[in-house]
């Protein structure tokens, strides 16, 4: 649970990934990109499930049915490994915050 739970880089209040904006000090707040992967994989998979009814059915041909559902299934496989990635790159910047790396305010 605590996984998914974020700081705001400004204020350090807690906010949940979906927020575009931190309620405590109103600044924008980054996006997650693991979370946004996540979404993506989720629905990936409730689309596979649709199919997998359709299919059932009798709605979709055989050919079809395989077919769709390898392209999602890889479609998931590349959006988890981008996820591990973006994870990595989350805990950096919590990190880089952490030290007082955060923010870059107009650096040059
Ligand atoms: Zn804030």
Excluded: H
């Excluded at 649709?50 to 009798?58: A, I, T, V, Y």
């Amino acid at each position: 649970m605590s996984e998914s739970l974020l700081d705001c880089p400004y204020c350090f209040a807690v906010v949940e990934p979906e927020w575009r904006w931190c309620p405590v000090c109103r600044c924008r707040l980054p996006e997650s990109k693991a979370y946004v992967l996540e979404q993506q994989i989720v629905k990936c998979k409730s689309l596979i499930e649709k199919l997998n009814e359709r299919f059932s059915m009798g709605e979709v041909s055989e050919k079809a049915y395989l077919d769709l559902k390898g392209e999602y299934q890889q479609k998931i496989r590349d959006l988890e490994r981008g996820m591990e990635a973006a994870k990595l790159e989350d805990e950096k910047a919590r990190a880089r915050n952490a030290i007082g790396d955060g923010a870059p305010m107009n650096q040059t």
